[in-house]
C-alpha cells in the first residue's frame, strides 16, 4: 500500500500547479482524501479533502475559490489544483487517505516540495 505525490516544483506568484496523489496496492475512490501542507516552523494544516462517500469537498478557507481538488477514479489518483498561487502558499504537500469509517488517516505519503516566489 503506497501513496505517490508528484507535480510539485517552484513558480512565481500567479503561477499554477498541480499536483497528483496515486495510489499502488487499494483503490482510492472508496476512500476519503486529503492534501497537507506544512512549511517550516509551522504546524500541519488541512489544505482540502474530498469525501469518500460523496466526493464533497473541504477547502481550507485561505485557498478557497484557487484550489480545487479532484478524483480520477480510472487512474486511482485524486489531484489538486493550485491557481493564483501566492507565497504563503510555500510549503511541503502531503496526501493522505482514510476509509470513511475512519477518523484518522491510515496512509500518507512522502511529500511533495511547492515553491512560490514573489
Known amino acids: 500500500v503506497q501513496l505517490v505525490e508528484s507535480g510539485g516544483g517552484s513558480v512565481q506568484a500567479g503561477g499554477s500547479l498541480r499536483l497528483s496523489c496515486t495510489a499502488s496496492?487499494?483503490?482510492?475512490?472508496?476512500?476519503?482524501i486529503g492534501w497537507f501542507r506544512q512549511a517550516p516552523g509551522k504546524e500541519r494544516e488541512t489544505v482540502a479533502c474530498i469525501s469518500g462517500n460523496d466526493n464533497s469537498a473541504y477547502y481550507l478557507d485561505s485557498v478557497k475559490g484557487r484550489f480545487t481538488i479532484s478524483r480520477d477514479a480510472t487512474k486511482n489518483t485524486v489531484y489538486l489544483q493550485m491557481n493564483s498561487l501566492k507565497p504563503e502558499d510555500t510549503a511541503v504537500y502531503y496526501c493522505a487517505a482514510r476509509s470513511v469509517t475512519a477518523v484518522t488517516y491510515d496512509y500518507w505519503g512522502q511529500g511533495t516540495q511547492v515553491t512560490v516566489s514573489s
Open positions: 496496492g487499494f483503490t482510492l475512490d472508496r476512500y476519503t
